[in-house]
C-alpha cells in the first residue's frame, strides 16, 4: 500500500523557516518524481516546486522562486521542501505527491497524495 506522509508544519511569524518533510512508502521512491503542492482556504491547490526522480533537476512556481528548496533523499524514500523567508501568504496546507510522468505543474499528473500538513505564517 502506497503512502505519503508530510510533516514539518506549524505555526511561524514572517520571515521564518520550516522544512517540511515526506516519508514515502510502498513504491520504488527514485522511479518517481516528486511535487509539492498547496492549498490555502477557498482557494484552488496550487503548484510549489518540484524534483526529478534524482533531484537534480528542479521547478518552482514564481511565488516561491528563490525562497524555497525542493530536496530528496532516495535512499531514506524521503522528499523535503526547505522554506525560507516565509509570508503571510503562504499560509496554507502543503502536499507532497509523486508521478511517474506529465506536467509536473498540473496536480491530475500526479499518481499519488499525502494528506498534507498545514503551516500558518503570522505577521
Known amino acids: 500500500q502506497v503512502s505519503l506522509v508530510e510533516s514539518g508544519g506549524g505555526l511561524v511569524q514572517a520571515g521564518d523557516s520550516l522544512r517540511l518533510s515526506c516519508a514515502v512508502s510502498?513504491?520504488?521512491?527514485?522511479?518517481?518524481?516528486m511535487g509539492w503542492f498547496r492549498q490555502a482556504p477557498g482557494e484552488d491547490r496550487e503548484f510549489v516546486a518540484a524534483a526529478d526522480w534524482l533531484g537534480s533537476s528542479t521547478t518552482y512556481a514564481d511565488a516561491v522562486k528563490g525562497r524555497f528548496r525542493i530536496f530528496r533523499d532516495n535512499a531514506k524514500n524521503t522528499g523535503y521542501l526547505r522554506m525560507n523567508s516565509l509570508k503571510p501568504e503562504d499560509t496554507a496546507v502543503y502536499y507532497c505527491?509523486?508521478?511517474?510522468?506529465?506536467?509536473?505543474?498540473?496536480?491530475?499528473?500526479?499518481?499519488?497524495w499525502g494528506q498534507g500538513t498545514q503551516v500558518t505564517v503570522s505577521s
Open positions: 510502498g513504491l520504488t521512491f527514485s522511479s518517481y518524481a
Open positions: 505527491a509523486v508521478h511517474r510522468g506529465g506536467d509536473h505543474s498540473r496536480a491530475r499528473s500526479y499518481n499519488y
